[in-house]
């Protein structure tokens, strides 16, 4: 009998090592159709339903109903009776809705306000007085900011040469795809989750000096894209005659692609690379790659801060073109958003701009050309701002000669985050914290540490995180695990290791239909 039991466990063990916990069913006469397994993880968001994950690591996919502070979250599951299930606000660790489209008083912000607790918004600055920062967005109405709680102001009010900004569609895009894996359009960016693929344009007003500019998300690791720069090739970022701009984590590789005698000839270009740090804040840096074609260099910039300057000096190369591409070399999820080409004024800023402006003691206007000025911002109005500095005194300066404000740290307060908070991702990769109110409908009211209360609508959310600094799990703890027994074995712990999960959860449901055969003698 000890030999029987001995065996059944084995064979259960074996059947969770490869992942196959159909195995653990009594063999079937004939052969059965092969059933995929599926992994013990948590749900990723896919856009596409609504999808809840709870504290203990359990998710499910649905339709969201509402949500009341008090009672909890309605849920719809189709395949759980009754049709509207409660769950406690305290049991939910997030919630991810399908993306839907924007409706129609949607509009495209160019300003973008960073706050000093990492919340992150866009909208049109309408003017700041007496240290309020005024803002209007279409999804919350207008907004008052007191200063001290942002951290840098982008006021996007740039004039003139904008040659194209978005995307805004997947619409003019040429997409080359890995598999059947490929670069996705979703809110105004275009995503990846694997290696491989390429998303490519031609921009035929490319200016000779020309400044692109982009954001470059990831989730996880750290980003690894190749960018076919001024290419007439829109499916490979070393198959055309072009700029092929190499980013990984910590550097940057610059190659010089040349069409010549018929054949692709290429140069890494000098020097050979670049290194530079993302720091331990958000996933999310701005990337600009400036040219300057009568000069032949081109000139990458990290977060408004100068990596490196390469000059192209391979010689009797053809004329580049004005081609764009983005070839993803990970499989870590990545996105590029708000993607501008401008003309470049040729300057570049000094390697020390950036931590000037992070740990200024004044505030740091950082110009579209790349110049800046510190001191002290008094006032925004319509069209102007007023600044005053030592070196030149109170100035008007024109807002659409501002790139970006930053505030002095000194200056910054970090608001608390109240009790019961939610932190909510927005469309275009806004993010927002605060106490949800109520949830009616299409209308969110929500209390911010920041702004105060406003009303959102709410098919402008994408994500809601509930229980901030609650602990997550993604299986069952071992204070929580049944005792559970085979005969006199202990099926939790075999030989001093802990079984998986899925194996305890899979025998949990087997236990009571479990035979054990004796062997024949």
């Not at 195995?23 to 339903?49: D, H, Q, W």
């Not at 406690?88 to 973008?112: E, M, Q, Y």
């Not at 470059?216 to 829109?234: A, C, Q």
Request: charged residues 20%; hydrophobic residues 35%.
């Amino acid at each position: 009998m000890k030999r029987a039991l001995i065996f059944t466990l084995s064979g259960l063990l074996a059947g969770a090592a490869f992942g196959q916990l159909g195995g653990l069913l009594p063999v079937p006469t004939r052969p059965a159709r092969p059933v995929p397994t599926r992994p013990a993880s948590t749900f990723i968001a896919n856009g596409k339903t609504d999808q809840l994950q709870l504290i203990r690591g359990n998710g499910m996919l649905g339709k969201f109903l509402g949500f009341d502070p008090q009672r909890g979250l309605t849920w719809n599951h189709p395949d759980i009776k009754p049709d509207m299930l409660t769950i406690p606000a305290d049991r939910i660790s997030r919630l991810d809705f399908a993306i839907k489209p924007a409706p129609a008083n949607a509009k495209s912000h160019s300003g973008v306000i960073e706050f000093t607790n990492g919340d992150r918004l866009t909208g049109d600055i309408l003017g700041m007085e007496d240290n309020k920062l005024r803002v209007s967005t279409w999804y919350a109405g207008e907004l008052a900011v007191d200063r001290s709680s942002i951290r840098t102001l982008v006021p996007g009010m740039i004039s003139g040469a904008s040659m194209y900004s978005g995307p805004t569609t997947k619409k003019g895009w040429k997409e080359t795809k890995s598999g059947s894996l490929g670069w996705t359009f979703s809110d105004g960016g275009f995503e990846s989750a694997s290696s491989g693929p390429v998303i490519g344009r031609s921009f035929p007003k490319m200016p000779a000096k020309a400044r692109v500019e982009f954001d470059l998300e990831w989730k996880r690791g750290s980003p690894s894209v190749y960018i076919g720069f001024m290419t007439d090739n829109l499916t490979s970022y070393s198959s055309g005659n072009c700029y092929s701009i190499r980013l990984t984590g910590s550097s940057v590789y610059v190659y010089r692609y040349a069409k010549i005698n018929g054949g692709i000839r290429g140069q890494r270009l000098q020097p050979s690379s670049r290194s530079y740090s993302f720091g331990s804040g958000p996933k999310k840096v701005r990337i600009a790659l400036c040219h300057d074609a009568s000069k032949r260099k081109v000139a990458v910039i990290i977060n408004g801060k100068l990596v490196g300057e390469w000059p192209d000096t391979v010689p009797n190369a053809p004329p580049l073109s004005n081609g764009l591409n983005f070839s993803s070399r990970t499989s870590n999820p990545m996105r590029i958003s708000r993607l501008t080409i401008n003309q470049w004024s040729g300057n570049l800023p000094n390697s020390g701009g950036v931590t000037a402006a992070a740990g200024a003691k004044e505030d740091f206007v950082l110009f579209v050309n790349d110049d800046s000025i510190t001191g002290k911002l008094q006032s925004i109005g319509k069209d102007v701002m007023k600044f005053k500095s030592d070196g030149f005194g109170e100035v008007n300066i024109p807002m659409e000669k501002v790139g970006a404000i930053h505030f002095a740290r000194d200056a910054q307060v970090t608001p608390p985050t109240p009790a019961n908070s939610v932190r909510a991702t927005l469309a275009g990769s806004n993010r927002v914290t605060g106490i949800i109110k109520t949830w009616k409908g299409n209308q969110v009211t929500l209390i911010s540490p920041v702004f105060g209360e406003a009303t959102f609508d709410a098919s402008i959310f994408r994500r809601v995180e509930f229980n901030l600094g609650k602990p997550r799990s993604t299986s069952l703890s071992p204070a929580t695990r049944t005792a559970l027994k085979l005969g006199n074995i202990d099926l939790n712990e075999i030989n001093g290791r802990a079984l998986p999960p899925q194996v305890i959860e899979r025998l949990q449901q087997l236990q009571g239909r479990q035979r054990i055969i004796p062997l024949k003698r």
